[in-house]
């Protein structure tokens, strides 16, 4: 008898280790605030600064039809128009010029996102840390694109200025709205390169940040390893 509760307390106290030892590894899974805060902000930096240099060097854009940038849709017809008459290389030129801006633009995004990581609150980092895939981006989207079209806006202007386009081009399109019955076209072609290479940029870090999230080998800090094991539990939960 006495043997038999000897076992029994033996195996309850085993029991009862494996169940601390759970709950104590439960506990180390889970990051301090500092941690998860810590781990998130690796990511972004990583992420980010990946997708901002991969978009700044000479080509990302013109040699990608993927995002290459061309003329706003309604003034392709005035750019067909050219073509028939022997100013395609012009074009092309004017073209290769807006994509050239962009490159130069995304050379300033940059220290742009790495401000707004730094200064990035503990709620905000948690909530984008658990927020599932994207979540990263859509909160830069909302906390730079500001800052980034102010920055972005003169890089391009310098393209577009340096074989003189900005003026003829918005003498051509002033002159083509005169014409009675047309759709009026917007002659700024800066906010149209701003635009779609900041669309380009957000593209990229997405695919950046999801790679992190979905793939422990991106994880490159003790930090980031720890903050997004414990994001990837809360996928279950989502």
Known sequence: MKKFIYATVFCLSLASCDVLKSVATDVLSIPTNEEAAGGLKD?????????????????AFNNNNLIRILLPEDAQKV?????????GAQVDDV????????ENAVKTAKPIFMDAVTNMSFSDAMGVLTGGAGSATRYLK???????????????QASLDQIGVTKHWKDLVTTYNKIPFVTKMNPDLNAHVTEKALVALFNKVEVE???????????????????FAYADTKKSTQ
């Open 43 to 59: 990511a972004l930096k990583q992420g980010f600064g990946n997708g901002a240099d991969a978009l700044s060097v000479p080509g």
């Open 79 to 87: 750019a067909d128009k050219l073509r028939t008459i022997g100013m």
């Open 95 to 102: 073209i290769k010029k807006l994509n050239e801006g962009a």
């Open 142 to 156: 909302q906390t730079t694109t500001g800052a980034l079209t102010e920055s972005f806006r003169p890089k391009i």
């Open 209 to 227: 940040e999801n790679l992190i999230r979905d793939n422990p080998s991106k994880r490159a800090t003790e930090l980031m390893k720890k903050a």
